[in-house]
């Protein structure tokens, strides 16, 4: 099956810094989602991004499917911004296959 | 909208006990999901169903069973309990249409289950 590969698996910032999270992948994609974990264990889904860019705020994500790779961007860290970010995948081939893959994740902490 | 909700949020079981896990989406999304979380893990796919009457497994479907009767619920059965069942169950529900990849899954808050 399709492999997702997260990095770096751990990262501690301090509030305000920016940081760049990656999601690589081993096979071509019908479905990229980034998902936000928050210490409380609540899964919040920040993009769904097969490809080109996103915004909402502080955070966008840039898939680039040809290379098989995504990227979260986070700036002006915020402690509330901690947690495990989470990429997934979906490779959809033939008939319905409608299964999302995720990667092991990247746990934030913010520190204030 | 309450979205999706699970109960229970905890349980302790014994080995060899039985329960569902229930899951209730109202927001009448087609497809929903039922995951398993692991500590330091990603989650992984048990069953999930393309709409009422419809199931199929996942990547770790052995020891559970789904069955899907209406648009909202989307129980899941642990038949005999087994410590490697420990986990976080997370259920989601996705406004899928045929043809159209506009999808984002939306997770109910989990029950996390231990089997002693």
């Known amino acids: 099956g399709i492999q997702v590969e997260q990095s770096p698996p751990d990262l501690i910032l301090q509030e305000g810094a920016n940081s760049t999270l990656r999601c690589n992948f081993s096979?071509?994609?019908?479905?990229l989602q980034w998902f936000h974990q928050n210490p409380w264990g609540q899964l919040i889904n920040l993009f769904y991004?097969?490809?080109g860019t996103k915004q909402n705020g502080r955070l966008s994500a840039t898939t680039v499917a040809t290379e098989r790779y995504s990227l979260l961007y986070i700036s002006s860290s915020q402690t509330t911004d901690s947690g495990v970010y989470f990429c997934?995948?979906?490779?959809?081939?033939?008939?319905?296959?409608?299964?999302?893959?995720f990667g092991k994740g990247t746990l934030l902490t913010v520190n204030p | 909208n309450a979205g999706v909700t699970q109960t229970p949020k905890f349980r302790i079981l014994k080995i060899g006990q039985s329960m569902t896990l229930q899951c209730a989406q109202d927001?009448?999304?087609?497809?929903m999901y039922w995951y398993r979380q692991d500590p330091g893990m990603g989650l992984k796919l048990i069953y999930y169903?393309?709409?009422?009457?419809?199931?199929d497994k996942g990547e770790v479907p052995n020891g559970y069973n789904v069955s899907r009767s209406t648009t909202e619920d989307f129980p899941l059965r642990l038949e005999l309990a087994a410590p490697s069942q420990t986990s976080v169950y997370f259920c989601?529900?996705?406004?899928?249409?045929?043809?159209?990849?506009?999808?984002?899954?939306?997770f109910g808050p989990g029950t996390r289950l231990t089997v002693l």
């Open positions: 989601a529900s996705s406004p899928r249409v045929a043809g159209i990849s506009t999808d984002t899954q939306y």
């Open positions: 096979d071509s994609v019908n479905n």
């Open positions: 991004i097969p490809s």
């Open positions: 997934a995948v979906e490779r959809r081939s033939g008939g319905s296959n409608y299964k999302l893959t």
């Open positions: 927001m009448n999304h087609n497809y």
């Open positions: 169903s393309v709409g009422a009457g419809i199931t």
